[in-house]
């Protein structure tokens, strides 16, 4: 617009020149015409220039306008985010204040005792508990047994631990001839208690009256966890503890994961319930220390295994056990036994274990005699079967074959199959038929058992 209202000033002033001016003033020479023509020239170069001025400048414009309009979108990210950082900032010192006042509201129940103080904080209780109700082939029925057996954990620092597990059970008044008389009474009896001292990660001493490792049962088995409400028989022509010292440990072999494992122990060892060497006074569990029940060898022993494992769930374990030590008080009659373990885990469904054993006695009147025996025992949990029925996951399937010979011409076996309900992993409902069969038929009873035992 600028433009051509320029243009228009400059033809109405040739125009009205015209109209005014004299004839005269219309002849112009060639000179002033040409500089009049150079001048117009001039003034549309100025109007062009001015026009592409204008066209730059709007085109300056554009590009301000568009980056303030980035820097507009840029500014308001950037707020949005320091909006955002200061919530969570505040939020997180909310939570802060509110745990600081929480943990200044709470106070530990029991401080960590210092190295070296004694402290009853470090004890705890485990162990288990069992009810029996049992009908035995030509007897009555009967609630058989009620035992509790605490064991008590004690942690006095990092390398020392002391434990004892004791065995408190109700049952019937007798005589010393057998004979019941009136009322009931409850005994108590120390099944072990020993003193743990740990040397390094391979080497544990322990002192006391131990829990002999001749084969696995007795340490890994016996009570709740055995699955079966007695035990095996041939677990009766062996001690189940004794008064000694022991070194044990393991120790891997290679990153296998296979290992190793040790035992060797003194104990007192088997005893003479009347000091003579006679077959029939051997006492497996009677020599405490007694002077009127004492011999002049202890004995030694000790085992070694090792586990493989062969993938997760699946594993074998073997082991080789033994102890030898004279028994009689005059200290001339030797006892002796090997144990033979072995246990095998196919998924965590399946468990197979067993012991062979076998032991030898040196006797006054009968010579040598060799009580032995051997045990195996599987378990499969149904829930290997996969099986969408109620209850069906939480049962296992168990079997037990066993049988002993005393060395004095008694000889028995026994099948024994029964399932266990897991009411949790720890809280079991076992029930189980035996089959026996004797050459002593006072011991030929088959009989079954229903257990309700608690682990905790």
Request: charged share 20%; aromatic share 10%; with cysteine.
């Amino acid at each position: 617009m600028r433009t051509r209202s320029l243009i228009f000033r400059v033809m109405l002033t040739v125009g009205v020149l015209g109209v005014f001016l004299p004839r005269q003033a219309w002849a112009v020479s060639d000179e002033e015409f040409k500089a009049l023509q150079q001048q117009m020239q001039q003034q549309s170069q100025q109007i062009q220039d001015l026009q592409n001025a204008r066209q730059e400048d709007k085109q300056e414009i554009q590009k301000l306008k568009e980056q303030l309009g980035a820097t507009q979108k840029a500014t308001d990210e950037t707020q949005e985010k320091v909006d955002e950082t200061e919530k969570k900032v505040e939020e997180t010192q909310q939570t802060a204040t509110a745990a600081a006042e929480a943990a200044a509201k709470v106070q530990p129940i029991h401080p960590i005792p210092s190295e070296g103080i004694l402290s009853t904080h470090n004890v705890s209780l485990v162990g288990d508990a069992e009810v029996q109700f049992a009908k035995t082939e030509g007897q009555h029925s009967a609630f058989l047994l009620a035992d509790f057996a605490p064991i008590f954990l004690y942690r006095a620092g990092d390398n020392v631990l002391f434990e004892a597990g004791f065995d408190i059970r109700l049952h019937n008044n007798f005589d010393s001839s057998g004979t019941r008389q009136a009322g009931s009474s409850t005994s108590v009896d120390l099944s072990f208690a020993q003193l743990d001292y740990l040397f390094n990660d391979y080497v544990t001493l322990v002192a006391g009256d131990m829990v002999l490792p001749l084969g696995t049962y007795s340490e890994r088995a016996a009570g709740w966890l055995n699955k079966i409400p007695d035990d095996p028989l041939p677990r009766s022509v062996l001690p189940g503890s004794g008064i000694g010292v022991q070194l044990r440990g393991s120790r891997a072999i290679g990153e296998s994961g296979q290992m190793v494992t040790y035992a060797i122990y003194g104990a007192n060892g088997p005893s003479s319930t009347n000091g003579a060497g006679d077959a029939t006074a051997l006492d497996l569990g009677g020599n405490v220390g007694d002077t009127a029940n004492w011999h002049s060898d202890p004995s030694a022993g000790g085992r070694i295994g090792w586990f493989c494992p062969l993938k997760a769930h699946y594993d074998v374990e073997l082991g080789v056990s033994g102890q030898s030590g004279t028994w009689d008080d005059a200290g001339k009659e030797l006892w002796s036994a090997n144990v033979v373990d072995a246990t095998l885990h196919l998924s965590p469904y399946f468990e197979a274990k067993g012991e062979w054993i076998y032991t030898w006695v040196e006797t006054d009147d009968r010579g040598t005699i060799a009580p032995r025996g051997w045990w195996i025992q599987a378990g499969y949990k149904l829930g290997g079967l996969q099986l969408e029925l109620p209850m069906i996951n939480s049962f296992e399937l168990v079997y037990r074959y066993d049988q002993v010979n005393d060395g004095l011409g008694t000889g028995t076996d026994r099948n024994t199959v029964g399932c266990v309900y897991y009411i949790t992993n720890t809280f079991q409902f076992e029930g189980d038929y035996e089959f026996v069969h004797s050459t002593d038929p006072t011991q030929a009873n088959n009989q079954l058992i229903v257990q309700l035992s608690y682990g905790f």
